[in-house]
């Protein structure tokens, strides 16, 4: 013990690694305990950390309190002996790379208990691949008084490398909370994974995220513990290393425990696809119904995920004779969550209760209602907006709609309708935020009928509709007439509209924007919802209703009475 104290005493020369004096103790304190000895030392020479192994390997404890960041360094560097003459270890250069270690050096201890050779890595900077592509450059055998490497040198100018290429990203992102890889992780084809990310790539920079890289990984079956193998984990370690990137986001939902466990392993922060789509809902949330609903569905996804964490958070005590110290802080936070949810469903109901009062008053004077509904970002606000003079939130960012807005729209011959827009639709959307936002989905029950306003410039649009269609289904809204309308028909290529149309031959295509093609939607709303009072059977559009050419529309307060079909 009083040997390994001296060790601690030391200062360590950066040219060299060791003094040959320090090399020689190492190896009689490693030889004479018979496992392995390291020691971290910073980048003054001063050791940090004084680490005996077994006779194997050595475990290096937790450093969370040494600096850190996406583009640097640990600031440290390991020397360790080895006992068995080999050189550096699958396990070594594994600590290294996601320690973010300045380097590693590996010092073989002969039979006599000398010192003999030495093996020493380091990561490379972005652009520099190794000699097998490795994102490492091994040195040695070289004997340990012959070593005239500068490791401290050669660990700032690692660094540098790496923040400058670190800034180049966060120049041409300007604005940006961070800088993220996207990650796949399936069994499905690439073609529909590259089609996921670059659905997620548009979550991640609504959110406020950089994308530095997307990597795809298809598995036969995922890995219960890290979702991908050890190996692309180092392989995502390394590529955020090089691109400064703090986040990984993980195009699927994660349990608890992966996240953790690739937290642990990373050191960066872990974020799923429904954790980015809460975030993107709590920054669009703005009306106090918006923003419970997001913050219930927050608190859902939360709570299987409070876990212990560190002392402060275990049980102090438990079972017989160790009853009465009450309950753990985790136990408090769990039940103050489970409060939190139980008073904000309280106050959704309510809200609920708000909203059904609303539309029974509808129903009662006869007015009609129709829901538009889609994917998110098609264009359902801008609709809104062109058809009532209003002037509804409408960005070209998903989500940007989170609570219903209905507008009025009136006929001449008193004929009235209720036009509502609802938050768009997602692949995969996430159960916490089904259930909290079922207050502004039952809006969808009271619809005489829907009008699925989808993307027709989108190279997914077929998968998209049926997404739509899913949930719809799922929701048990299957007995509402829908009607198609194929939003951005403007910026669709020709070939693509011929495709489109003999695919769906009973869509409407339409321009929110250029106002094209309104008036035959305007048409078959009327037909569907208003017309058929006057003509018995009238339930479909047949070009022939004057009645609909006539209307007019006023926005909620019955202002700036025009034509909005007026070219």
């Given at each position: 013990?009083?040997?390994?104290?001296?060790?601690?005493?030391?200062?360590?020369?950066?040219?060299?690694?060791?003094?040959?004096?320090?090399?020689?103790?190492?190896?009689?304190?490693?030889?004479?305990?018979?496992?392995?000895?390291?020691?971290l030392?910073?980048?003054?020479?001063?050791?940090?950390?004084?680490?005996?192994?077994?006779?194997?390997?050595?475990?290096?404890?937790?450093?969370?309190?040494?600096?850190?960041?996406?583009?640097?360094?640990?600031?440290?560097?390991?020397?360790?002996?080895?006992?068995?003459?080999?050189?550096l270890?699958?396990e070594?250069?594994?600590?290294?790379?996601?320690?973010?270690?300045?380097?590693?050096?590996?010092?073989?201890?002969?039979?006599?208990?000398?010192?003999?050779?030495?093996?020493?890595?380091?990561l490379?900077?972005?652009?520099?691949?190794?000699?097998?592509?490795?994102?490492?450059?091994?040195?040695?055998?070289?004997?340990?008084?012959?070593?005239?490497?500068?490791?401290?040198?050669?660990?700032?100018?690692l660094?540098?490398?790496?923040g400058?290429?670190?800034?180049?990203?966060?120049?041409?992102?300007?604005?940006?909370?961070?800088?993220?890889?996207l990650?796949?992780?399936?069994?499905?084809?690439?073609a529909?994974?590259?089609?996921?990310?670059?659905?997620?790539?548009?979550?991640?920079?609504?959110?406020?995220?950089?994308?530095?890289?997307?990597?795809?990984?298809?598995?036969?079956?995922?890995?219960?513990?890290?979702?991908?193998?050890?190996?692309?984990?180092a392989?995502?370690?390394?590529?955020?290393?090089?691109?400064?990137?703090?986040?990984?986001?993980?195009?699927?939902?994660?349990?608890?425990?992966?996240?953790?466990?690739?937290?642990?392993?990373?050191?960066?922060?872990?974020?799923?696809?429904?954790?980015?789509?809460?975030?993107?809902?709590?920054?669009?949330?703005?009306?106090?119904?918006?923003?419970?609903?997001?913050?219930?569905?927050?608190?859902?996804?939360?709570?299987?995920?409070?876990?212990?964490?560190?002392?402060?958070?275990?049980?102090?005590?438990?079972?017989?004779?160790?009853?009465?110290?009450?309950?753990?802080?985790?136990?408090?936070?769990?039940?103050?969550?489970?409060?939190?949810?139980?008073?904000?469903?309280?106050?959704?109901?309510?809200?609920?209760?708000?909203?059904?009062?609303?539309?029974?008053?509808?129903?009662?004077?006869?007015?009609?209602?129709?829901?538009?509904?889609?994917?998110?970002?098609?264009?359902?606000?801008?609709?809104?907006?062109?058809?009532?003079?209003?002037?509804?939130?409408?960005?070209?960012?998903?989500?940007?709609?989170l609570?219903p807005?209905?507008?009025?729209?009136?006929?001449?011959?008193?004929?009235?309708?209720?036009?509502?827009?609802?938050?768009?639709?997602?692949?995969?959307l996430?159960?916490?935020?089904?259930e909290?936002?079922?207050?502004?989905?039952?809006?969808?029950?009271?619809?005489?009928?829907?009008?699925?306003?989808?993307?027709?410039?989108?190279?997914?649009?077929?998968?998209?509709?049926?997404?739509?269609?899913?949930?719809?289904?799922?929701?048990?809204?299957?007995?509402?007439?829908?009607?198609?309308?194929?939003?951005?028909?403007?910026?669709?290529?020709?070939?693509?509209?011929?495709?489109?149309?003999?695919?769906?031959?009973?869509?409407i295509?339409?321009?929110?924007?250029?106002?094209?093609?309104?008036?035959?939607?305007?048409?078959?709303?009327?037909?569907?919802?208003?017309?058929?009072?006057?003509?018995?059977?009238a339930?479909?559009?047949?070009?022939?209703?004057?009645f609909?050419?006539?209307?007019?529309t006023?926005?909620?307060?019955?202002?700036?009475?025009?034509?909005?079909?007026?070219?």
């Amino acid at each position: 013990m009083r040997a390994l104290d001296r060790l601690f005493q030391r200062r360590y020369p950066s040219v060299g690694g060791v003094s040959n004096e320090q090399a020689r103790e190492l190896a009689a304190i490693s030889f004479g305990i018979g496992r392995q000895v390291g020691v971290l030392i910073d980048r003054k020479g001063r050791p940090s950390m004084v680490i005996v192994g077994t006779p194997d390997g050595i475990y290096i404890p937790d450093l969370s309190r040494s600096r850190v960041a996406g583009t640097r360094l640990r600031g440290l560097r390991l020397v360790h002996t080895h006992l068995r003459g080999e050189g550096l270890s699958e396990e070594d250069l594994t600590d290294m790379l996601f320690l973010r270690l300045d380097s590693i050096t590996a010092l073989n201890v002969t039979a006599m208990a000398e010192p003999g050779m030495m093996y020493w890595a380091h990561l490379l900077p972005p652009g520099q691949p190794g000699p097998d592509d490795e994102p490492y450059r091994i040195f040695g055998p070289v004997r340990f008084d012959q070593v005239d490497f500068d490791f401290e040198g050669q660990a700032i100018a690692l660094e540098d490398e790496l923040g400058r290429s670190g800034e180049a990203l966060a120049r041409d992102e300007t604005g940006r909370e961070g800088v993220a890889i996207l990650v796949n992780v399936s069994s499905q084809p690439r073609a529909e994974a590259e089609a996921s990310l670059e659905e997620l790539a548009d979550l991640a920079k609504t959110a406020g995220l950089s994308v530095a890289e997307t990597v795809i990984q298809r598995v036969s079956k995922v890995n219960p513990k890290f979702i991908m193998g050890k190996g692309k984990v180092a392989e995502l370690e390394i590529l955020a290393l090089r691109t400064g990137a703090q986040t990984l986001v993980f195009d699927r939902e994660l349990s608890p425990a992966q996240i953790r466990n690739l937290a642990e392993v990373t050191e960066r922060k872990i974020i799923d696809r429904t954790q980015l789509i809460l975030d993107i809902f709590a920054q669009h949330a703005t009306t106090r119904s918006g923003k419970l609903q997001v913050e219930m569905a927050q608190l859902k996804y939360l709570l299987p995920r409070l876990v212990r964490q560190g002392h402060a958070m275990s049980r102090l005590m438990g079972g017989i004779g160790g009853r009465g110290p009450g309950e753990t802080k985790l136990e408090m936070d769990r039940r103050k969550v489970r409060e939190r949810i139980d008073r904000i469903k309280s106050d959704l109901k309510k809200l609920r209760k708000r909203r059904g009062n609303t539309r029974a008053r509808r129903a009662k004077v006869g007015l009609p209602v129709v829901s538009l509904v889609g994917y998110t970002n098609a264009g359902k606000s801008t609709l809104l907006n062109t058809l009532t003079k209003s002037k509804v939130l409408a960005e070209d960012k998903l989500f940007a709609t989170l609570d219903p807005t209905s507008r009025r729209l009136r006929f001449p011959q008193d004929k009235e309708l209720i036009l509502t827009d609802t938050v768009g639709f997602i692949r995969e959307l996430p159960a916490e935020l089904r259930e909290a936002f079922q207050a502004t989905l039952e809006e969808l029950e009271a619809a005489d009928l829907l009008v699925h306003v989808a993307d027709a410039a989108h190279p997914e649009l077929e998968n998209r509709i049926e997404a739509v269609n899913g949930i719809l289904h799922e929701m048990d809204l299957g007995d509402i007439p829908v009607i198609l309308a194929l939003n951005k028909w403007d910026i669709a290529t020709p070939a693509t509209r011929e495709i489109i149309l003999s695919r769906y031959p009973d869509a409407i295509p339409v321009s929110a924007l250029s106002r094209e093609g309104l008036r035959p939607l305007v048409r078959y709303i009327v037909d569907r919802v208003l017309w058929r009072e006057r003509v018995d059977g009238a339930t479909m559009y047949d070009g022939t209703s004057a009645f609909a050419d006539e209307l007019y529309t006023v926005s909620s307060e019955y202002e700036n009475e025009t034509d909005p079909l007026k070219d």
